[in-house]
């Protein structure tokens, strides 16, 4: 029960802030950055103009500019974690930290970037009351500030079969899918589940998945959401 009302704080501005007061940081959800950038370069070129969404204390971003990205935007609900992160990279113009809910980020006009990175914020709404309309909305609201093939970068531990949907029923998407093993040590392992950079097999129901890499595969899922033209 505990577990549970835990989970149905996550889209509560109080749990984070009391969570970052007493956090000292920085925590990576799901995966670090240097686990991840090969997808990055992949599909984020790095003069790209970049959102991350729900950022936290996390040092991703970080990461990205230290590997050459120009402009990284970071958003967070939490009034707590923003103004920490302002401290610390008060001397980082590239980065920049915004408090703002990603329900609403009229902040933003439409077509602002070129790439949103969500690295758990769209799970974190999922575990809350009326989870799928908040998620709806958010996936709207990221969809209006992307440019046209503008890309949503998604990694979730959702597999497809509970998220193909949602992303498709939101917003006009084409998407591909890539996976990566849960715990990544820093030498790679000799028998990786699936290759990187090597976009999954994906059919409508996403269904063939369990075809290539078994039953309850011990992965994140990466979800890119490439925005139609409009």
């Known amino acids: 029960m505990r577990m549970g009302r835990t989970m149905q704080a996550y ?9 970052y007061s007493h956090e000292s940081g920085p925590f990576d959800w799901y995966q670090k950055y240097n686990a991840l950038a090969p997808l990055l370069h992949l599909y984020i070129p790095l003069h790209h103009r ?3 969404v729900g950022c936290g204390n996390s040092a991703f971003s970080e990461g990205m500019v230290n590997d050459g990205y120009k402009e990284v935007v970071n958003i967070d ?6 103004q920490a ?15 703002m809910d990603v329900l609403d980020m009229s902040g933003f006009q439409t077509g602002s970037f070129d790439a949103v990175v969500d690295k758990g ?25 992307l440019k046209n093939k503008g890309v949503y970068m998604l990694i979730t531990y959702g597999a497809p079969i509970y998220r193909l949907r949602l992303l498709r029923d939101s917003c006009s998407w084409t998407i591909k899918l890539h996976v990566i093993e849960k715990f990544m040590l820093e030498a790679k392992t000799e028998h990786q589940t699936w290759e990187l950079t090597n976009p ?7 269904s063939s998945v369990e075809a290539v890499l078994g039953k309850n595969p011990d ?3 990466i979800y890119i959401c490439i925005k139609d033209d409009s």
């Open 200 to 206: 999954v097999p994906l059919d409508d129901e996403g």
């Open 121 to 145: 914020t769209l799970d974190s709404l999922l575990c809350g009351n009326n989870s799928r309309q908040l998620a709806v909305k958010m996936l709207k609201e990221v969809e209006r500030v």
């Open 85 to 99: 992160m302002q401290r610390k990279y008060s001397d980082r113009p590239q980065l920049k930290y915004i408090r």
């Open 11 to 19: 889209g509560e501005p109080s749990y984070w802030d009391e969570r």
């Open 50 to 52: 970049v959102l991350v």
């Open 77 to 82: 609900i939490s009034s707590v974690v923003i």
């Open 219 to 221: 992965v994140h899922y």
